[in-house]
């Protein structure tokens, strides 16, 4: 089973504080074994997907993105928040989470 096939969570887990993740800006957490990349849009949403570029290991928590897509900062590769799928051929798809910002909290289920 691939990282993209793992089972989810029923129970979500709170990785930070809603304060921690500013309007623009993302940040990685540290989940046991799993490194999650949040990032919070224009309109206020949570988006989260692995924090690890699957090209070379960018930080992706570190790259621009919109509603629609992250771009690691190395090599500008675009992963798709919907499914984490890359828009080019051949470099593979990253993690995408489950979020919510729930009292303040960001709760992902993993």
Do not use: N
């Amino acid at each position: 089973m691939t990282a993209l096939e793992r089972a989810v969570t029923t129970e979500p887990v709170e990785v930070g504080q809603g304060s921690e993740v500013a309007v623009g800006e993302g940040r990685a957490y540290a989940v046991g074994d799993e490194q999650i990349a949040v990032f919070r849009m224009t309109d206020g949403t949570l988006r989260a997907t692995s924090a690890v570029c699957p090209h070379k290991g960018g930080p992706l928590a570190d790259g621009q993105f919109d509603l629609g897509k992250i771009v690691c900062p190395l090599h500008q590769y675009a992963f798709a928040f919907v499914d984490g799928r890359c828009t080019t051929d051949g470099i593979g798809s990253v993690r995408t989470y489950r979020i919510e910002d729930r009292d303040s909290r960001i709760l992902v289920w993993i």
